[in-house]
């Protein structure tokens, strides 16, 4: 399995903008699809992008599309979300995942997950 570490999180107001970073070791990325969920007080975990192994392809939770973008660096193990016009129903503990199977928006897609940060977004 690969050990992974999210960063970047914090309180931001409005209409600001955040970029997560995720950190991994143990193995290379390189031959994973990895994907960032997201967990609000008193929900359920949601999707909220992913990106394949190659980063050729992404996909992204109608809530984000347009606002968020998933990237990843296959050399330096790390995979970022950008989130841009963060709004207060962003506000959730961030997980990235990472999954050996073609990347997709179910979270037992994936095998491997972050501990998660924290993104609170004031209004």
């Known amino acids: 399995q690969v050990q992974l570490v999210e960063s970047g999180g914090g309180l931001v107001q409005a209409g600001g903008s955040l970029r997560l970073a995720c950190v991994a070791s143990?193995?290379?990325?390189?031959?994973?699809?990895m994907g960032w969920f997201r967990q609000a007080p008193g929900k359920e975990r949601e999707f909220v992008a992913t990106i394949s192994w190659s980063g050729g392809s992404t996909y992204y939770a109608d809530s984000v599309k347009g606002r968020f973008t998933i990237s990843r660096d296959n050399a330096k193990n790390t995979v970022y979300l950008q989130m841009n016009s963060l709004k207060p129903e962003d506000t959730a503990v961030y997980y990235c995942a990472a999954g050996e199977g073609l990347s997709g928006s179910y979270d037992w897609e994936y095998d491997s997950w972050g501990q998660g940060t924290q993104v609170t977004v004031s209004s």
């Open positions: 143990g193995r290379t990325i390189s031959g994973y699809a």
